[in-house]
């Protein structure tokens, strides 16, 4: 009962439909009072209860044509609709006011079409019905029966039902569309999902549809993606780039537009609000191919750098009305969106100063931990340089060097920050040579880079990944596996990097269980970081040695939207 309910105030074909039965049928009874006692009238009465009733299917019919056929026969359906009930308010006076129930739908299905301008030139054709009734005689031939009167009242109070559930239908409607929209703004970052299938959710719930889709890209990197939800659950959808193309290409490309998949053609409204009709059967075919067969509409959504477009599959026919419905729904959505992005931007930014902040304060406390530090080395160095302890002194030195060489990291690290613009590209080679050298002081251990042919050029954030990843595997291959001899090979392929750390043990290796094969690293600093940007490790078994290979992107993803 509710969806019938608010289904009458979706469109005015349904409650059309209803009223014209109901009209035609009080008509009938009002022809067989007027006619039905008289012989001579016979075939005259089988002629106009045929007519009445042609005429109602027809125009019922009249709904269910394809576009370009509909558009053109509805116009001339109207007019014929506002004449004859015209004509019955002037001059049939018992079938007055359901005539007027009647006309409540026409202006309704005319405004749809035409505009609300229709509804101005239907009012002023009303009056003019009524002023001429004073110069025609009302036509009653034969005194009102007690049944055909109780009869036509009834159908009268189901029409004026009917227009009141269509009334009540359209309110509950819009207040569930601006509930919905509130609601939609209040969300703000506040979702598990990512943003796509969040929306994918939302409008197919609102919509009560078969299945919702979400076809988008991001101009940064320029990918289509497809998140679809129907009876199977919410999932991602690969779409060959000619399916794409056929489902993103239709122009005007901001017009939400409905579409049947038993029809080659589009219903929409061009940029000043007129409706026409659009030959696209390559976007039906793509339609049915992705989500299946049956109607929809779809509508375009753009906010920041997000662009994509949306269909839902609904049962509306070709109602101008859902033309409307999917504007305010489209308004909403990239008003969520606007409001999504500029919350995102303004949280990045905040992190961005308050781990700028950090990072001063930690350089600063570090830094001056770090001189300290050296100076304390340095006069004990100088304290011991006339004993004879060579091995001590050289230590100290080995300790001194890595102290200076920790602070020209700190520094160098906090000058890019600050100073180098976003993405601006440096040497991978030369980076990682440096890394190597501080980690063979850090760990007094022996680590080289094998030789390389050519430069790898990469972004500096990249470089800095690529640095934290080797001094973290590093780091757990010494702690864990007691390795004195490090060997770093480096690749480029494609848009990949690859990483292999090469460890020898040392004469007192740890003890480990047997195991063979391959398996993911258990390192949960690695793993994160790697999860964070979208990349692999794996943790090799050689024998006498052990291998970590790392695969990453070359170019590092930005936040997800």
Request: some cysteine.
């Amino acid at each position: 009962m509710d969806r019938l309910v608010l289904w009458l105030g979706r469109s005015p074909t349904l409650g059309f439909a209803i009223s014209r039965v109901a009209f035609s049928a009080a008509a009938t009874w009002q022809i067989n009072a007027m006619f039905g006692n008289e012989g001579d009238f016979a075939q005259t009465v089988l002629l106009l209860k045929a007519g009445i009733w042609t005429w109602t299917a027809i125009s019922i019919v009249l709904n269910s044509l394809t576009p370009p056929l509909g558009l053109l026969l509805r116009p001339v359906s109207l007019i014929f609709d506002l004449i004859a009930f015209l004509t019955v308010i002037v001059l049939c006076e018992p079938l007055q006011i359901a005539a007027l129930g009647c006309l409540f739908f026409v202006a309704w299905s005319a405004s749809d079409r035409f505009g609300r301008s229709a509804i101005i030139v239907i009012g002023f054709c009303l009056i003019f019905a009524f002023m001429a009734r004073g110069y025609y005689e009302v036509w009653t031939p034969g005194p009102r029966t007690p049944d055909v009167g109780r009869a036509i009242d009834s159908l009268t109070i189901v029409i004026g039902c009917l227009i009141a559930a269509s009334m009540l239908s359209m309110s509950i409607l819009e207040q569930r569309l601006i509930s919905w929209t509130e609601r939609l703004q209040g969300v703000g970052l506040s979702f598990q999902k990512s943003l796509a299938q969040f929306l994918v959710e939302q409008i197919s719930h609102l919509m009560n549809s078969r299945y919702c889709a979400f076809v988008w890209e991001t101009m940064e990197d320029e990918v289509i993606h497809c998140d679809l939800i129907d009876g199977s659950g919410l999932r991602q959808v690969t779409l060959p780039q000619k399916q794409i193309d056929s489902l993103l290409g239709v122009q005007p490309r901001e017009a939400p537009f409905l579409y049947s998949t038993q029809s080659p053609r589009l219903l929409l409204r061009g940029r000043i609000g007129i409706l026409r009709n659009e030959r696209a059967p390559d976007v039906s075919d793509a339609i049915v191919d992705v989500f299946g067969a049956g109607q929809g509409a779809s509508f375009f959504v753009q906010a920041g750098e997000l662009r994509g477009r949306i269909f839902i599959g609904t049962s509306h026919g070709w109602s101008p009305a859902l033309l409307l419905r999917c504007l305010r729904i489209q308004e909403g959505v990239d008003l969520f969106l606007e409001r999504h992005f500029f919350f995102l931007a303004w949280r990045q930014r905040t992190f961005a100063e308050a781990r700028q902040a950090l990072s001063r304060d930690l350089h600063d406390s570090v830094l001056q931990t770090l001189a300290a530090l050296r100076v304390r080395l340095v006069t004990a160095i100088h304290g011991l340089s006339e004993a004879n302890v060579p091995d001590q002194l050289a230590e100290l030195k080995s300790m001194e060097e890595l102290v200076t060489s920790e602070q020209a990291h700190l520094r160098r690290l906090l000058s890019q920050r600050h100073n180098s613009p976003s993405g601006s590209a440096v040497d991978l080679i030369r980076e990682v040579e440096r890394c190597c050298r501080f980690i063979a002081l850090q760990w007094t251990i022996e680590c080289r880079l094998n030789p390389v042919d050519r430069p790898i050029i990469v972004s500096a954030e990249t470089a800095a990944e690529v640095e934290f990843l080797i001094r973290e595997a590093t780091a757990n291959a010494v702690k864990h596996a007691n390795a004195r001899h490090i060997t770093v090979s480096i690749a480029k392929a494609d848009d990949e990097i690859l990483i292999a750390l090469k460890d020898n043990p040392g004469t007192e290796a740890k003890a480990c269980e047997s195991y063979n094969g391959d398996f993911e690293l258990q390192s949960q600093s690695i793993m994160k970081r790697l999860g964070k940007i979208g990349g692999t490790a794996y943790f090799h078994n050689l024998s006498m040695n052990s291998l970590i290979s790392i695969r990453l992107p070359s170019s590092l993803p930005r936040s997800p939207i």
